[in-house]
């Protein structure tokens, strides 16, 4: 069973983890040059951002959504039932086989950006909020658990693939809006200048400001104190749907799927 699942989706995984290897190579090529791309042109760190950004929706759609949907499409899975193998046993190792390595191979990239950015001083870290340590590993994770579940619900691979980004998208969008800025109390403060000028209280740097009070000369915002403690946050609550998603997967398979 190993060696067969190993053998019918090791295209997928391969290709996802050399995805996720060459962004560690575009990412050591990019550094010497910094990775701050909003004071001017920088080619690498702008692809950098851009596939930091789109690596884990591709991992999505391109190996969670056709894991086990081909197979429902297929009727293949029915063959595979009859030989000795339970539903549960089937598709705890297509899981298994998939998510480990390509999960793996997200944590290398993770902390590699993570490792990188630290030296580079230059960044404002939160708008490499989404890009690095545990919450990119999340959101991989939740990536192939949201395209598996809907593989397998759906039972149609390309209907699945392309329900699987915009299903992504808008939970990212939904917690990056609504949920991010409530998980801690933000701090407010007050601040003297000009008026249409604004500036931050003294001693405050690299903070992520919320709101701007123009009329009483306040300032929501988050410091950067709050920064690493919001990132776990963020990455427990992915990683949650995730195993959410995986265990809707692993019901609809030996309960519902016929």
């Known amino acids: 069973m190993i060696w067969a699942t190993w053998r019918q989706h090791r295209t997928q995984t391969l290709a996802g983890i050399a995805l996720l290897a060459a962004m560690i190579a575009l990412m050591l090529a990019a550094h010497p040059y910094g990775f701050d791309v909003s004071g ?7 692809w950098v951002v851009t596939m930091m950004g789109a690596l884990p929706v591709i991992t999505a759609v391109f190996v969670g959504a ?5 197979d429902i499409e297929r009727h293949t899975h029915r063959l595979v039932w009859t030989q000795s193998m339970s539903r549960a046993h089937w598709v705890v190792v297509k899981l298994l086989l998939v998510f480990t390595p390509v999960v793996a191979a997200a944590s290398v990239v993770g902390l590699g950006a993570m490792l990188l950015l630290l030296h580079d001083p230059s960044v404002d870290p939160w708008d490499w909020f989404d890009l690095q340590g545990p919450v990119f590993v999340a959101y991989t994770a939740f990536g192939l658990g949201l395209g598996t579940a809907a593989g397998a619900v759906i039972g149609r691979p390309y209907v699945a693939m392309a ?67 919001l990132h776990g946050i963020e990455a427990a609550v992915f990683f949650a749907l995730a195993a959410l998603l995986v265990g809707l997967t692993f019901y609809w398979v030996t309960r519902r799927v016929r």
Request: charged residues 15%; without cysteine.
């Open 40 to 46: 001017g042109p920088n080619v690498l760190g702008t």
């Open 66 to 70: 056709p894991l086990l949907s081909r």
């Open 163 to 229: 329900l699987t980004p915009v299903l992504f998208t808008a939970a990212r969008w939904l917690v990056a809006t609504a949920l991010r800025p409530r998980y801690l109390e933000p701090v407010q403060a007050a601040w003297t200048a000009r008026p249409g000028d604004f500036a931050l209280p003294p001693g405050v740097s690299s903070p992520w400001v919320l709101e701007i009070d123009w009329n009483r000369h306040l300032v929501t915002y988050h410091p950067f104190e709050h920064y690493w403690l």
